[in-house]
T-cell receptor, first 116, second 111 residues
């Protein structure tokens, strides 16, 4: 019973060609997160949505955008992918932000992005 | 500043105990976590400990927290081949709505 679903699992794009990664959840959680994880590195938070409230991390490049059209879906748009954007992109959810520190973050399996 | 450090590799024989160590710098951490990531998969929360606790045990897992030294450890008893994964230490900080991850320790199981 998948709870956080990411599509596709593997995505190949060309340098500069816009790409969209998808995340959906069946948990009805209020908070959805996007992380970037490069090889042998910690996941790096890009941004998160608390309901419709978008929270961008200060060091997230403008090249990365996000949309959350409804509770279940959240998209990561990379407007002009560079070679340095090749990474695993992880989506996560948590029930609430007030209880962020106790509420489990549920992670999806990730989408591995390759930039040619 | 916020920083979580852990060694990158650990090799353990099957059946032995594994101990993965982590240090953190922010004394205002409220919760500390251990996540497991298997190849090609997302992160799975294994366990967490509140900062006013010293120890938490859950089946084969034991978490020890030394708040004075800002040191966290995860002990896996009777390590099995299925425990082979990357283990991430993480902290949440009272003033911020995010979790800071370490770089992960790759646990390799020897036959």
């Amino acid at each position: 019973d998948a709870m956080v679903i990411q599509n596709p699992r593997y995505q190949v794009t060309q340098f500069g060609k816009p790409v969209t990664l998808s995340c959906s959840q069946t948990l009805n959680h209020n908070v959805m997160y996007w992380y970037q994880q490069k090889s042998s590195q910690a996941p790096k938070l890009l941004f998160h949505y608390y309901d419709k409230d978008f929270n961008n991390e200060a060091d997230t490049p403008d090249n990365f955008q996000s949309r959350r059209p409804n509770t279940s879906f959240c998209f990561l748009d990379i407007r002009s992918p560079g070679l340095g954007d090749a990474a695993m992109y992880l989506c996560a959810t948590s029930r609430d932000r007030q209880d962020l520190r106790t509420d489990t973050q549920y992670f999806g399996p990730g989408t591995r992005l390759t930039v040619l | 500043g916020e920083d979580v450090e852990q060694s990158l590799f650990l090799s353990v024989r099957e059946g032995d105990s594994s101990v993965i160590n982590c240090t953190y710098t922010d004394s205002s951490s409220t919760y500390l976590y251990w996540y497991k990531q298997e190849p090609g998969a997302g992160l799975q929360l294994l366990t967490y400990i509140f900062s006013n606790m010293d120890m938490k045990q859950d089946q084969r897992l034991t978490v020890l927290l030394n708040k004075k030294d800002k040191h966290l450890s995860l002990r896996i008893a009777d390590t099995q081949t299925g425990d082979s994964a990357i283990y991430f230490c993480a902290e949440s900080i009272n003033r911020d709505d995010k979790i800071i991850f370490g770089k992960g320790t790759r646990l390799h199981i020897l036959p």
